[in-house]
């Protein structure tokens, strides 16, 4: 029962069958502890597995790691051949089995096993692949791996709250594509992760600055793509800054330039982005926001990944919020949190600001101010100023209405 090969297809059954982890765990197990063996964390026990098997009603056969397929060379060259997770999974048992593997080949794989991780959600396991990739690429001495795998790990370390350090390593890997002259696909992709850790840290000039150099790099040779992930970081920019007008043009614009045969999964992400923009807006343009779910829930159905879904509902507890019904977002809300949040560090913190409002109109005023005071903190030591600005926006109003004897309003 090698992981990581048991998590996933442990994960697989419990998703077929609609099992929530705490379901499925029922009073054997711990959710904790089945989180961790889904993510590859934790090694099964002859115990557990008998147990699972027992709960899905299958043989523990159903757990059997499949041939590896030969030597990584072979692996390698399967995998990138199809769409087949087991493909993967094979790739990385025999990653595991050829530490030896000339560094070059181990790059290749390692770069093939990180996007698939990447897909899945799982940022522990993505991060071990992206910290290899760094170091290998550096050993090469090659100016274009070197950038793309820095890059790559600069974006996770954004998005799972180290700020600081992902300045750092964007700015290294931009650094490498301008003084190697880089294509415009690589020093782009650079500028782009260096902008969002910037952006994230309120460093809103440098960011500024950052991004329309961005954008004036993939308007003179981008592809459509670049151009629109160039136009969305704008976007982003200027909506921390304060400028909603500038941010929703410039989302509009990377939307219309964008056909959704080009890139179907950043379409969806890109109306998913405008809906979360349109939320926030003050009043919030709830009928926009609802349009760009619909559709981007509609596309999911071709596109869909555990992390979009996740981004889907958690917008959908949004607007349910905004609409009134908070009965819905409740449901919405709990329902996130009864599995493994895939979500990035910025969308786990607007989903606890969420569930602390919500505790908040239930009458549950000390667990709702006390969740937003840790939130606050919490963003403060991460450097997500602008983050943590509007909790303590949040917490502000919050008081005022308790003092004045009022029921906490909807945003």
């Not at 790990?153 to 002259?181: C, F, H, M, N, P």
């Not at 670049?226 to 509009?252: F, N």
């Not at 926001?289 to 990944?305: H, K, M, N, P």
Request: aromatic share 6%.
């Amino acid at each position: 029962m090698e992981q990581p090969f048991f998590g996933r297809r442990l994960r697989e059954l419990r998703q077929e069958r609609g099992l929530s982890q705490a379901a499925l765990a029922g009073d054997e197990i711990s959710t904790g502890y089945l989180s961790r063996l889904e993510s590859g964390a934790r090694q099964p026990t002859d115990r557990v597995v008998a147990y699972l098997a027992d709960r899905f009603g299958v043989d523990r056969s159903a757990f059997d790691v499949p041939a590896s397929g030969g030597s990584l060379a072979q692996a390698l060259s399967i995998a990138t051949s199809t769409d087949s997770d087991e493909a993967i999974e094979a790739l990385i048992t025999a990653l595991n089995r050829a530490p030896g593997a000339d560094l070059l080949s181990r790059w290749q794989a390692l770069w093939v096993v990180f996007r698939y991780w990447r897909r899945q959600g799982r940022h522990s396991e993505e991060r071990a692949c992206l910290e290899e990739l760094a170091r290998i690429a550096d050993e090469l001495g090659l100016p274009e791996l070197q950038c793309r795998a820095w890059a790559q790990l600069a974006r996770l370390l954004r998005s799972t709250g180290e700020v600081a350090r992902a300045i750092g390593v964007a700015s290294r890997a931009y650094q490498l594509a301008s003084e190697a002259k880089l294509s415009v696909s690589d020093t782009g992709a650079a500028l782009q992760t260096l902008v969002a850790a910037e952006a994230e840290a309120g460093q809103l000039p440098d960011a500024r600055a950052h991004v329309d150099e961005l954008v004036r790099l993939t308007e003179r040779g981008g592809s459509d793509v670049a151009r629109t992930e160039a136009l969305w970081s704008a976007a982003t920019v200027r909506s921390r800054q304060g400028d909603h007008d500038g941010a929703r043009d410039y989302l509009e614009r990377a939307m219309l330039g964008l056909e959704s045969r080009v890139d179907l999964t950043l379409w969806v992400r890109l109306r998913l982005a405008a809906a979360s923009l349109y939320l926030q807006t003050k009043p919030p343009m709830v009928d926009r926001g609802r349009d760009c779910l619909q559709e981007a829930g509609t596309a999911l159905s071709l596109v869909g990944t555990p992390v979009l879904r996740q981004e889907l509902l958690t917008l959908q507890a949004y607007l349910a919020f905004h609409e009134g019904r908070f009965d819905d977002a409740r449901r919405a809300h709990d329902e996130l949190s009864r599995d493994e949040l895939l979500l990035v560090y910025r969308d786990q913190v607007r989903l606890g600001i969420l569930d602390s409002r919500l505790l908040l109109l239930e009458g549950r005023e000390a667990e709702g101010l006390g969740r937003l005071k840790e939130l606050g903190e919490e963003a403060r030591q991460s450097s997500n100023i602008d983050l943590a600005a509007d909790i303590w926006r949040i917490l502000a109003e919050a008081l005022e209405e308790l003092h004045q004897g009022r029921p906490v309003p909807a945003p």
